[in-house]
């Protein structure tokens, strides 16, 4: 599996705020590229596939079906060929317990879902700078 410095894993069980999500990367980053993901044992399939790309960064919700995102954080940090993917993972958990959890298992970072689009337009494009190290476009002001 090759590396795609432009491409992001948005994991979540939700269509909806999976394309919310996106809808918010797009506003200031059209040029990444995206792939949606339903659940965390998709995410590892995708990962352990051979013809895959690894993705830049990966945003990954807790709180899904099946497999947690705390139990497929665990694992892609114990296995060395995509240990070093950095894992941002986007929640609406407002739990402590959570969040400390994140951290141990290596996290690179932990954000609570905004309840705002223009929030969140504003933490997507602070991702790709912080991670993809690339300038978002400027938003117009109203």
Wanted: glycine share 4%; charged share 25%; hydrophobic share 40%.
């Amino acid at each position: 599996m090759k590396s795609n410095s432009r491409l992001i894993f948005i994991v979540d069980d939700d269509p909806d705020d999976r394309q919310i999500i996106l809808d918010a990367f797009l506003e200031k980053s059209p040029q990444i590229d995206y792939v949606f993901i339903e659940n965390a044992e998709i995410l590892l399939q995708s990962l352990y596939s051979e013809d895959a790309e690894f993705p830049a960064l990966i945003l990954l919700d807790l709180n899904m079906p099946g497999m947690l995102g705390l139990q497929a954080l665990k694992e892609i940090r114990n296995n060395k060929k995509f240990s070093q993917i950095p894992v941002i993972v986007l929640t609406t958990s407002t739990l402590h317990q959570d969040r400390r959890a994140s951290y141990e298992l290596g996290a690179s970072c932990f954000v609570r879902k905004p309840d705002s689009f223009g929030e969140l337009v504003d933490i997507t494009g602070s991702i790709v700078k912080l991670w993809l190290h690339e300038d978002p476009a400027p938003t117009e002001k109203n």
